[in-house]
């Protein structure tokens, strides 16, 4: 690849402007798009009931900039029919569903990431990477469910762009409750015949983090007890109660949405907070 993508919006502008070229004769790429084939089969004529139980597919092709297949089960996922995420304006749609904080880390800093992952590695190795993250997507109802994408792409041989995105869709809402992204980059490994994939990247991200989050005092208590300091003594350094110290950590572990000031150090110091 000779270009690193600042996002995943400038990534399908720029490729949907180049012209991808998706004249490949490599027996490995169209092996693939049989079983992209296959799987369309699949999800298109599975019954309603297991709507709950496979995961919603869809393949979105970079030269194009289209969704050109979105599975039927997207509406028992979020309450939309699959007809309106595909087509020209079906990634419009698509990113638009997509909670604004959580799109934002996936465009800016998740997709440059798996791009360049992609570019360190030969046509071969990329064949075996898979990438997951979730973000939260909202439903016809106008609530946001909580969703787990994993994907792979197809790349040009030459090139190292990427020609498509196949990807599935699964609710996590009732195992993921805290607002966080996880990240991860998997590859592919063998071995005596049984393959399964071992994680190469794994990262947090806070999107509803951000430097305002705590106020001043907040700030100052945490950096205080993030040095060790005890509850009491931060209480004498800054001349106020103790019982003002136990309001103030409620409202941090509240914002932050922690189960404990632990917690709550560590992702203040992840985004640059304290």
Known sequence: MDMYFKSFVEAILYLRKTGVDKKINDSNVQDLHQEISNWVNIMDSSPSYMAHVLPCMF??????????????????????????????TGIIKFMDLINPNDFKVYSEQIFPKDMQYLDSLSYEDAKGVMFSNNFRMKQSNGLYKNLLMKKVFIIDPETMLPLFEIGTLMDISSFKKELSITHTIQRLHKYDDVSSYLNVVTEDYFPEMHKNILSAREKEILTHLSLGTKRKEVGVK??????????????????????????????????GII
């Open 59 to 88: 393949v979105f092709d970079f030269g194009k900039s289209e969704m050109i297949y979105f599975s039927p089960t997207v509406y028992q996922l979020l309450g939309i029919e699959n007809i309106t995420l595909t087509g020209s």
């Open 238 to 271: 800054l001349f106020i109660s103790d019982n003002t110290v136990a309001n103030h950590i409620k409202t941090i572990l509240r914002k932050t949405h922690s189960q404990n000031i632990r917690e709550a150090i560590a992702i203040c110091k992840m985004n």
